[in-house]
């Protein structure tokens, strides 16, 4: 049985999750519009990943037999200055992110939540990669200081990240993210 003050953080961070998905889409809409497709597709995958963020934490809300609250989401900015302008935003946001979650572990220190403790476990090494990834695009795009073939070399790279979160929850979001692992 989780304490409230775990329940109303956790469904807190279900908003930050969803607000990312939304942020992310947002950006994708912006890269397509200006013609870089490889980055609407990166975005767009992330959006998806945020998702599941998400609904991880949904289903073990329900799985210690609280309730989950949904909130209203704030609208996302519609218009970025530049593919810098949105890893550099997409970075700081995920490092806002990390301290959310890392507060999270706090709290669950604080009530000897052992569950918690170990469910928030893959949300910590996840935001190690979440910072690397953004890190990695954020030097590269320096390298390419604005050169626009080396910008469309790294849209043709970044068109190539796979979708690899599941699309079917009808077994529970575990089952289907085991479902969709790589061999
Ligand atoms: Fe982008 O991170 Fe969720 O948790």
Do not use: C
């Amino acid at each position: 049985m989780l304490k409230d003050e775990i329940v109303n953080a956790i469904n807190e961070q279900i908003n930050r999750e969803m607000y990312s998905a939304f942020l992310y889409m947002s950006m994708s809409a912006y890269s397509s519009s200006i013609g870089l497709k490889g980055f609407a597709n990166w975005f767009m995958v992330q959006y998806h990943e945020e998702m599941v963020h998400a609904m991880k934490f949904y289903e073990y809300i329900q799985r210690q037999g609280a309730q989950v609250r949904l909130k209203a989401l704030k609208e996302p900015p519609v218009e970025f200055k530049s593919p810098m302008d949105m890893f550099t935003q997409t970075l700081s946001h995920e490092q806002f992110i990390t301290r959310s979650i890392n507060d999270l572990m706090e709290l669950a220190i604080k009530h000897k939540d052992h569950a918690s403790q170990i469910f928030l476990q893959w949300y910590v090494n996840e935001q190690v990669e979440e910072e690397e990834n953004d890190n990695d695009i954020i030097l590269q795009l320096k390298l390419i200081n604005n050169d626009p073939h080396a910008l469309l070399m790294l849209d043709r790279e970044l068109a190539a990240r796979m979708m690899t979160v599941p699309t079917d929850f009808s077994k529970g979001v575990e089952a289907a993210m085991s479902a969709t692992k790589a061999p």
